[in-house]
């Protein structure tokens, strides 16, 4: 097991072979994820083993994705920390007939071309386990809420000039 993981895989070979992989991504190296980072520092961690299920023998991979994102809040639009803590059990398919066949009973992967990027298959399982909106428990918004009284808001209407008033003097 080492630290660096591969480019390209071929999963099928992989389970084959029974072939563990562990090793870190940095946060850098995934494009997708940018643009909901407020910084792009850190490390995932990533440990896959590549196996069959027990009863179907299907080709499967299962293991883990951990790290800490520093994510945007949307409130306030600083940094909030997110902890990744992604659990993988897949199985694979090399048709979209297999994936709809199996889709009741287990989660797929369409293989295509015996390859996979191992890079964009573990940034696919960082973004399906994004909050939809990164938020502190308790902060204050970005821009403060402007809160008037009815009152106030007649009283500065009538004291500004209304710009039509002028067409009432050409009408005479």
């Given at each position: 097991m080492s630290k660096r993981l591969p480019i390209d895989i071929d999963p099928l070979r992989l389970v084959e072979?029974?072939?563990?992989?562990?090793?870190?991504?940095?946060?850098?190296?995934?494009?997708?994820?940018?643009?909901?980072?407020?910084?792009?520092?850190?490390?995932?961690?990533?440990?896959?083993a590549f196996d069959r299920t027990e009863i179907t023998r299907l080709p499967r991979v299962t293991g883990s994705v951990k790290g800490l994102l520093d994510l945007t809040c949307q409130r306030c639009l600083k940094s909030v920390l997110h902890k990744v803590d992604s659990k993988i059990d897949l199985v694979f398919v090399t048709s979209d007939a297999e994936a709809e066949r199996l889709q009741n009973d287990h989660e797929t992967w369409l293989v295509e071309d015996n390859r996979i990027f191992l890079q964009d298959f573990i940034e696919d399982e960082i973004l399906l386990g994004l909050p939809h909106s990164a938020l502190h428990e308790q902060c204050e918004p970005f821009r403060?809420?402007?809160?008037?009284?009815?009152?106030?808001?007649?009283?500065?209407?009538?004291?500004?000039?209304?710009?039509?008033?002028?067409?009432?003097?050409?009408?005479?």
């Open positions: 072979q029974r072939i563990l992989l562990s090793g870190e991504l940095l946060v850098k190296q995934l494009p997708r994820l940018q643009e909901q980072l407020f910084t792009n520092v850190g490390t995932i961690s990533v440990g896959l403060p809420l402007i809160e008037a009284v009815p009152e106030e808001i007649k009283s500065q209407q009538e004291d500004v000039e209304n710009p039509f008033a002028i067409l009432k003097t050409l009408h005479k």
